[in-house]
């Protein structure tokens, strides 16, 4: 099957927003439809082609995370409401479209996003291994003298961004810029969230065999409850919000082996095109990224992929 590289419901919902990754479609005031297409993006640029099933996998992912993470964490709220397409709205829609959104379709409660990404980094690497090495510094937090590339950090720091629209690049702030833009009370908890999120996740992974280098989170607000309150929303935990490490091959001083697109963002690297507009991977980087997809998944929940599931 070719990756669904967009979806078009209009005769039926409208659309709301069409990100990166994911189209967002209305279904009432209070529930939306979230569909992750198979579309890839590298260093804030989305690639002319994709990676096959990928959207069902990082759907169903986060669906396993967000009902363990409700486990783990009693208090949390999340955005997910259910698995798959609303029954009445799968009634109305065509055979072929009704077959591009199984297993990549979530009912997700509308909340008011926040427009900051949050961040949580137990190991140094990628872009913050890139801003040590210049000054020594991450999102304006010294850290200490002598750190080697993909060394554990002695805490998990959280180093928020910019929450780019589509096209644009985020850009990681400072904490206290965090909060002149969220507010100082939403960027606190916000903050000790995802921090707590990050070390429960951690736990788990760590038990078979995956380190979590690093991860990233959003979240919205729910302001019909009183207080108002933070919401986890979006994907969670997977390998395009992620950086998943193979315990069994980690040593610090180098890069990792890993089951993400950090494979996809190497190729890219190596040949020039990081950042660059109209690239299209090679059949063979596409499968060995979705086999990395795959792994990550299997190793995690414990079980096979399944496409469609719903």
């Known amino acids: 099957m070719a990756p669904v590289l967009q979806t078009d419901l209009g005769e039926h919902l409208p659309l709301v927003a069409s990100g990166k990754v994911r189209e967002i479609y209305k279904l009432d005031e209070s529930t939306l439809l979230f569909v992750a297409t198979d579309r890839i993006s590298a260093y804030d640029v989305v690639l002319n ?13 986060s ?6 993470l409700q486990s783990m964490i009693p208090n949390i709220q999340t955005h997910y409401v259910s698995l798959g397409i609303p ?9 072929l479209v009704g077959s591009q959104l199984q297993g990549r379709s979530m009912v997700v409660r509308r909340l008011k996003v926040f427009p900051i990404e949050s961040i949580v980094r137990g190991y140094i690497t990628g872009s913050a291994w890139a801003s040590y090495k210049n000054d020594g510094t991450l999102c304006g937090i010294s850290l200490p003298i002598g750190l080697q590339e993909s060394q554990k950090l002695d805490q998990p720091i959280w180093t928020p961004s910019t929450k780019a629209e589509r096209g644009g690049n985020d850009e990681n702030i400072s904490p206290a810029k965090a909060a002149e833009i969220v507010g100082k009370p ?9 921090l707590e999120i990050y070390q429960n996740a951690s736990a788990y992974a760590a038990e078979r065999g995956i380190i979590i280098a690093d991860t990233k989170f959003e979240f919205g607000l729910d302001e019909f409850t009183t207080p108002p309150s933070v919401v986890l929303i979006d994907e969670v935990l997977t390998p395009d919000s992620s950086r998943f490490w193979s315990a069994e091959t980690y040593a610090v001083g180098r890069s990792q082996e890993s089951f993400d697109k950090q494979y996809l963002r190497d190729w890219l690297v190596r040949n020039g095109l990081k950042g660059k507009e109209g690239i299209e991977m090679p059949e063979d980087i596409a499968k060995n ?14 079980s096979q992929f399944h496409p469609a599931l719903q």
Do not use: C, M
Request: proline share 6%.
């Open 289 to 302: 990224t979705q086999s990395r997809y795959r792994e990550a998944y299997q190793i995690l929940v414990g």
């Open 87 to 95: 029954p009445s709205l799968n009634e109305q829609l065509p055979p």
């Open 49 to 61: 082609n994709g990676i096959d099933r990928k959207g069902a996998i990082l759907t169903q992912l």
């Open 186 to 194: 939403y960027a606190h908890q916000i903050e000790t969230l995802s």
């Open 63 to 68: 669906e396993f995370w967000f009902i363990l």
